[in-house]
Structure formats: structure tokens, C-alpha cells
């Protein structure tokens, strides 16, 4: 393989040429100025999308998103048992490898000149630059439109189907969830994504879209939360999820960004603060009948203390009889 000029289209739409590395596996002339251009930071991923012959788009994910794209991941419910494949141990790895938010280190950056008046990068250490393993986005599925019923639709992730690691009442769901946007929502996956990390976001974004629809004004912002956190996540890997969290972020101004949310908060804890009231009440009026039955005792007190001392009278004359 030769060297050769590749244009980098970030998501812009601003282009960048800069000359490959064929020996090096690398980027090298212009790849400063991209970095600067999209200000990168130790940590970020980027996702290269061949678009043309020597051409890519792409797309970055900042390295505070991830940090939130494993906080959803953890919430996902997945087989214990499934072991992990190469393939994926390798893009785990990736996704989680050097998260502190710091400027690219200089000896990245650097450039130098080799015998034969190509430039280069003067560090071994071009990880995030290498373009090692990059795959094709090119969506390969049949268009949504074609499919005419859930007997039809299937869930394929590159290229695998994953219908038998999805249940068939999660399976229509989110065929009702796909048709209400015309399309697949997992189209836009990440490539090389493990089928059942794709089984198990689609599971859980399911579960949330119907969590979202039965929620009530009772639901805890705690929950709300954790759903937008889950959301945002799958939306940074690549599913379709944007309308049902657009739907849960008016849901939660609703309920806590508004004069209404605030009335309505205060009168649900007005009825909890009167359920307590009552309870009390109910307590003390049956304290109060205990109360009563022992008064009713004490007035007896009187007529056994008659009693008793009448008998102690009589049994001391019994005591004191002469013999």
C-alpha cells in the first residue's frame, strides 16, 4: 500500500486533507489542523465512516459522553453467561481507555521529516490516529418501507439477526416504536457493536419508551433521570431513541420546571402530610378508648376499697376474739 492524500469531513461539513501513513498505519500532514479544528481531547473517539474513495466522515464522541455512555451501559440487563468475543473485548477496551479530559500530548502532535521527504509523526504511540480496523457505516439493511408487518421485520445487526435474544412482546414493541418514525431505529448503530449489547439496548429502550408513556406526576425525578441518562447514551451509540427522550425532557419540565409542577407537588404533599394527620388521629382515639376503659376501672376503686376495708375489719375482730 502506498501513501496517499485522505480527505476527513467532520460533522461540520468542514473537509481536511491529510496524507496517510502507509508503513505507520497513521495519519501524518494535516492532522494538526483537524485536531485543533474540532478541539480534541485525550480520550475522545472517533468514528471513521467511508463515504468515497480516500474519503471519510467523522464522527466524535467527547470523552465526557463516555463516561455516560458506560454509566447507561451498566443498566442494561445481559446475560451473565455470555462470554465476550475477541472483537468485542477490543472495542471495550477502546471505549474505555483514557478518560482524563487533557490536551493531546505534544509528541502527537509533532511532525519530522523522513530520508525520503515524506512527513511523518515522531511517536510510535499513534493510537488515536491510527486508522487500523476502520469499517464501513454504509447502511446495508433493506429500507423500513418494505417491510408490511411484524411477520416481516426482523432486527439485523451487522449483518446478524438478533431476533431469537429479543422477546416477541419487546420484539412488537419496538416494531410499533420503528413504524411510529417510519424506520429502523437501530440503523444507525455503531459498526462492530456485540449483537447482544444491540439486544440489550433494545430491550431497555422498550422498557423505558413504556415507563415514559404510564409515568405519573409521582414518578421521582430519580427515575426520570436515569431514563434520560439511559437515552442519551443509546442515542451517542447510534439508536434512534431521540423522539421518546424529547417526550421524557417535556414530561420532566412539566412535572419540576413549572409554577403547575410546584402547585401540584405541594398539594401531593399536603395529602401525604393529612394521610399522616389521620393516622394519628386514628391512633389517639383508640389511646383514648383505652384511656376511658381504665377510668371506668378507677371508679370501681371506691366501692372495692369500702369492700376491702369493711373485710379487714372484720378480720381483725376474728383476730382479736378472746379465746
Same mark, same amino acid.
Given at each position: 500500500?502506498?501513501?496517499?492524500?485522505?480527505?476527513?469531513?467532520?460533522?461540520?461539513?468542514?473537509?481536511?486533507?491529510?496524507?496517510? !501513513?502507509?508503513? *505507520?498505519?497513521?495519519?501524518s500532514?494535516?492532522?494538526? /489542523?483537524?485536531?485543533a479544528?474540532?478541539? =480534541? %481531547?485525550? $480520550?475522545?473517539?472517533?468514528?471513521?465512516?467511508?463515504?468515497?474513495?480516500?474519503?471519510?466522515?467523522?464522527?466524535?464522541?467527547?470523552?465526557?459522553?463516555?463516561?455516560?455512555v458506560?454509566g447507561?451501559?451498566?443498566?442494561?440487563?445481559?446475560?451473565?453467561?455470555?462470554k465476550?468475543?475477541?472483537?468485542?473485548?477490543?472495542?471495550?477496551?477502546?471505549?474505555?481507555?483514557?478518560?482524563?479530559?487533557?490536551?493531546?500530548?505534544?509528541?502527537?502532535?509533532?511532525?519530522?521529516?523522513?530520508?525520503?521527504?515524506?512527513?511523518?509523526?515522531?511517536?510510535?504511540?499513534?493510537?488515536?490516529?491510527?486508522?487500523?480496523?476502520?469499517?464501513?457505516?454504509?447502511?446495508?439493511?433493506?429500507?423500513?418501507?418494505?417491510?408490511?408487518?411484524f411477520?416481516?421485520?426482523?432486527i439485523?445487526?451487522?449483518?446478524?439477526?438478533?431476533?431469537?435474544?429479543?422477546?416477541?412482546? !419487546?420484539?412488537? *414493541?419496538?416494531?410499533?416504536?420503528?413504524?411510529?418514525? /417510519?424506520?429502523?431505529?437501530?440503523?444507525? =448503530? %455503531?459498526? $462492530?457493536?456485540?449483537?447482544?449489547?444491540?439486544?440489550?439496548?433494545?430491550?431497555?429502550?422498550?422498557?423505558?419508551?413504556?415507563?415514559?408513556?404510564?409515568?405519573?406526576?409521582?414518578?421521582?425525578?430519580?427515575?426520570?433521570?436515569?431514563?434520560?441518562?439511559?437515552?442519551?447514551?443509546?442515542?451517542?451509540?447510534?439508536?434512534?431513541?431521540?423522539?421518546?427522550?424529547?417526550?421524557?425532557?417535556?414530561?420532566?419540565?412539566?412535572?419540576?420546571g413549572?409554577?403547575?409542577?410546584?402547585?401540584?407537588?405541594?398539594?401531593?404533599?399536603a395529602?401525604?402530610?393529612?394521610?399522616?394527620?389521620?393516622?394519628?388521629?386514628?391512633?389517639?382515639?383508640?389511646?383514648?378508648?383505652?384511656?376511658?376503659?381504665?377510668?371506668?376501672?378507677?371508679?370501681?376503686?371506691?366501692?372495692?376499697?369500702?369492700?376491702?376495708?369493711?373485710?379487714?375489719?372484720?378480720?381483725?375482730?376474728?383476730?382479736?376474739?378472746?379465746?
Amino acid at each position: 500500500m502506498k501513501d496517499s492524500a485522505v480527505v476527513l469531513e467532520d460533522e461540520s461539513g468542514e473537509e481536511f486533507t491529510i496524507k496517510y !501513513i502507509a508503513h *505507520k498505519t497513521g495519519l501524518s500532514a494535516g492532522w494538526r /489542523k483537524f485536531v485543533a479544528g474540532n478541539k =480534541l %481531547l485525550e $480520550g475522545d473517539a472517533l468514528i471513521f465512516q467511508l463515504i468515497g474513495p480516500c474519503r471519510f466522515k467523522v464522527y466524535i464522541v467527547r470523552a465526557n459522553d463516555l463516561n455516560e455512555v458506560d454509566g447507561a451501559l451498566s443498566l442494561l440487563t445481559l446475560d451473565s453467561q455470555m462470554k465476550l468475543s475477541d472483537a468485542e473485548e477490543t472495542i471495550n477496551a477502546q471505549i474505555k481507555k483514557k478518560r482524563r479530559t487533557k490536551p493531546l500530548p505534544s509528541t502527537v502532535m509533532q511532525e519530522e521529516k523522513h530520508e525520503d521527504g515524506s512527513s511523518g509523526i515522531d511517536s510510535d504511540e499513534v493510537a488515536s490516529e491510527v486508522l487500523e480496523g476502520s469499517k464501513s457505516l454504509a447502511s446495508t439493511s433493506s429500507h423500513f418501507k418494505e417491510v408490511k408487518s411484524f411477520e416481516e421485520f426482523h432486527i439485523s445487526i451487522n449483518g446478524t439477526s438478533i431476533d431469537s435474544e429479543i422477546p416477541e412482546d !419487546i420484539r412488537r *414493541k419496538y416494531y410499533d416504536l420503528c413504524c411510529s418514525k /417510519k424506520s429502523f431505529l437501530h440503523d444507525a =448503530l %455503531l459498526p $462492530g457493536l456485540y449483537c447482544n449489547l444491540a439486544a440489550g439496548m433494545i430491550v431497555e429502550a422498550v422498557n423505558i419508551a413504556d415507563a415514559v408513556r404510564s409515568c405519573k406526576l409521582t414518578t421521582t425525578r430519580k427515575e426520570l433521570d436515569i431514563w434520560e441518562k439511559s437515552l442519551r447514551s443509546f442515542e451517542l451509540l447510534g439508536l434512534n431513541v431521540g423522539f421518546v427522550r424529547a417526550r421524557l425532557q417535556r414530561l420532566l419540565t412539566m412535572a419540576y420546571g413549572t409554577e403547575d409542577a410546584v402547585d401540584a407537588r405541594r398539594y401531593r404533599d399536603a395529602r401525604m402530610d393529612l394521610g399522616r394527620t389521620e393516622d394519628e388521629i386514628q391512633h389517639v382515639e383508640e389511646k383514648l378508648v383505652e384511656l376511658k376503659e381504665l377510668s371506668r376501672k378507677c371508679d370501681d376503686m371506691e366501692n372495692l376499697k369500702t369492700k376491702s376495708e369493711r373485710y379487714k375489719v372484720v378480720f381483725q375482730e376474728e383476730a382479736n376474739a378472746s379465746w
